[in-house]
């Protein structure tokens, strides 16, 4: 049993730090993201504004995919979970990126953009369904609600005041 928790504990450190060191290269990569942003404005100044908006919204979905998993990577180290709706978004912001970086530059037919709208469907019905279904929903078993308690509460919080001892009167 010893040696199983040793185990444990190394994969758990091991793992700490990769996070670590990925959050940082995302960090990174986040900043020089912002900055080819700002840096693409001069397109729009310099040359016409049709190239100067692709380069735009080419940079800007990028960035928000840098922060989509940049919020799952962060969420994994404190958590050690992965929460599927993090890489759900993450994914349908790839999918709209291409979407866009496609329309723009003309260069899809309509077949590829078409499969990459039925797989935004598809991420978007799977985003719904893990919301829906989320693991982090506690069904609370139904009973009468006590008068000081707000019928707004769920989850967690309800659980744990129905649970709870009544305070005494003196």
Do not use: W
Not at 141 to 153: D, F, G, M, T, V
């Amino acid at each position: 049993m010893e040696g199983k928790t040793d185990s444990i504990k190394l994969f758990k450190q091991v793992t700490d730090a990769i996070t670590t060191i990925i959050l940082y290269i995302l960090l990174l990569a986040l900043i020089v993201g912002m900055a080819k942003t700002l840096l693409d404005i001069r397109f729009i100044i310099f040359e016409s504004l049709e190239s100067g908006f692709t380069h735009m919204v080419t940079s800007v979905l990028t960035v928000f995919i840098v922060i989509d998993l940049f919020k799952a990577f962060v969420d994994y180290h404190e958590h050690d979970r992965i929460k599927l709706t993090d890489i759900t978004d993450a994914t349908i912001l790839i999918v709209l990126r291409e979407i866009a970086v496609g329309l723009y530059s003309q260069k899809f037919g309509y077949e590829f953009i078409l499969s990459l709208a039925v797989l935004l469907l598809v991420l978007g019905i799977m985003r719904v369904l893990a919301v829906t279904y989320s693991p982090a929903k506690v069904q609370v078993p139904s009973a009468p609600l006590k008068a000081q308690e707000q019928p707004s509460k769920t989850g967690i919080s309800a659980l744990l005041e129905r649970c709870s001892p009544e305070p005494d009167g003196n």
